[in-house]
């Protein structure tokens, strides 16, 4: 069976693709949206797969700029700043901005996946094709090849527009054309979630921060959901001795667990059951070049540049692409050909610069995080915030809490930390020089 549209295809169904589904329909484009699964707002969610979104200032720009801020964020639960559990000792409170008011937002990936494809379909010009599993592309006729359970379809569109995540099928049709370069970059860690419950009728542990169990190798996450549950994502070493395939029985595990995390198995009755059920998942960068073909085809969200969660930027950077995208169209009047190549000129910079920021991040939350070190120069760092405001603004408030560019947000860092770098410098030099004259003067 062949399918004829004269529409702009979006290959994959998942929040990036179905808010640019949103973009488009009001830029007045035919719409086909593509998803290999079924409609997800009938199913359940895969088991162990959920991680949690921390939806920030990029994201909320997104929603805003379509009306869905205010739907979403009714939902979403506030998280003002770290709390750091220890192996032993109570946890402490590290606030993400000098004021303490500003928040990343803790929200159900698949909530907020239904209520944007909820949104696309209502929308006139969208079509929705669930159960099409995108299994062959010819990027200069537009024609695509979908497994369904009917079997199998073709549909020609005029754009074809890959949103379709880190395993991008159309990424993957490029690459075997020979039309782009890939890379991925895997970590020897892979991540397992669990469940902390209710207790009783109110949540187990604090609500308004993101809960860290820093331990040098490894660490674990947890986020607040509505229900007054947590969910826990586990980030451990794929190998060795301290690593998922080191625990088999359920007596080992609850060993490792009162061992590393002694306050967690009172929490988390299922914590042996979710341990061994819960599948593991992969953690890595993907990098391709170029995101798009002769205007025709083009990549965005993961499927161009996924990256590792430990900024929390992963959504939020796809829902700046589509903006940017958007942007591009409108500088370009809606010709694909000049727009995609200037929607990668603008984003592949900031794509690897958050790519790299949520590589170092992982280290300062599971090494960092726990160490008077660290928390000393936290300090100091808020302090010399509310001394220049505006002037000093922190790598984390920049990332989480505007929408500057993060390739300009390395290069303000790296300037405010040559600044501070020559102004302690003076500072031991004249601390050095007064210790002369003290000396001399003793002297004489």
Not at 153 to 169: E, Q, Y
Not at 173 to 187: K, N, P, R
Not at 321 to 338: K, N, Q, S, T
Request: with cysteine; net charge neutral; hydrophobic share 40%.
């Amino acid at each position: 069976m062949t399918e004829r549209h004269g529409e702009i295809a979006v290959v994959g169904a998942g929040l990036a693709g179905c808010l640019l589904a949103c973009f488009l329909a009001r830029r007045g484009h035919p719409v086909a949206l593509y998803e290999r699964r079924p409609d997800p707002r009938a199913g359940t969610p895969e088991r162990g797969r959920s991680i949690n979104l921390a939806l920030s200032a990029r994201g909320l720009d997104a929603l805003r700029r379509i009306g869905l801020d205010t739907q979403v964020m009714a939902d979403a639960l506030p998280m003002r700043g770290r709390m750091v559990h220890p192996v032993r000792g109570e946890p402490e409170f590290q606030s993400y901005s000098v004021s303490g008011d500003r928040a990343i937002n803790s929200i159900s990936r698949g909530a907020l996946n239904n209520a944007l494809l909820a949104a696309a379909a209502k929308l006139p010009g969208v079509r929705i094709a669930f159960d099409h599993r995108l299994v062959g592309l010819d990027p200069a006729g537009g024609e695509m090849t979908f497994e369904t359970p009917q079997g199998t379809v073709t549909a020609h569109a005029r754009v074809v527009l890959g949103t379709d995540g880190a395993g991008s099928a159309v990424r993957g049709q490029l690459l075997a054309h020979g039309l782009l370069t890939e890379s991925v970059d895997f970590l020897d860690y892979g991540y397992k979630e669990l469940t902390i419950p209710p207790l009783g009728d109110d949540f187990a542990l604090d609500p308004g921060a993101l809960h860290i169990w820093p331990r040098g190798t490894s660490m674990m996450i947890a986020l607040p959901n509505p229900d007054r549950s947590f969910t826990c994502t586990l980030f451990w070493p794929t190998h060795g001795t301290a690593s998922f395939a080191s625990l088999g029985s359920p007596a080992a595990i609850e060993r490792h667990f009162a061992q590393h995390y002694p306050d967690l198995p009172s929490l988390a009755p299922s914590l042996v059951d979710d341990y061994q059920h819960n599948p593991v998942g992969v953690l890595g960068t993907v990098r391709c070049d170029p995101w798009q073909v002769d205007g025709r085809v083009g990549l965005l969200g993961d499927a161009a540049h996924a990256i590792v969660p430990f900024y929390g930027q992963g959504a939020n950077a796809a829902f700046e692409d589509v903006v940017e995208l958007d942007r591009c169209l409108d500088e370009c009047a809606d010709d694909w050909a000049a727009a995609l190549p200037l929607f990668q000129q603008r984003r592949q910079d900031n794509a690897e610069a958050i790519a790299q920021m949520a590589l170092a991040n992982f280290v300062e939350m599971r090494d960092k995080v726990a160490s008077p070190i660290f928390r000393t120069r936290k300090k100091i760092e808020h302090a010399l915030e509310r001394a220049l405001p505006d002037r000093y603004v922190s790598q984390y408030e920049l990332v989480s809490f505007s929408t500057v560019p993060y390739a300009e947000v390395r290069r303000r860092v790296r300037r405010q930390y040559q600044v501070l770098g020559a102004v302690a410098a003076g500072a031991v030099a004249a601390l050095a020089g007064a210790a002369v004259l003290f000396g001399r003067g003793r002297r004489g």
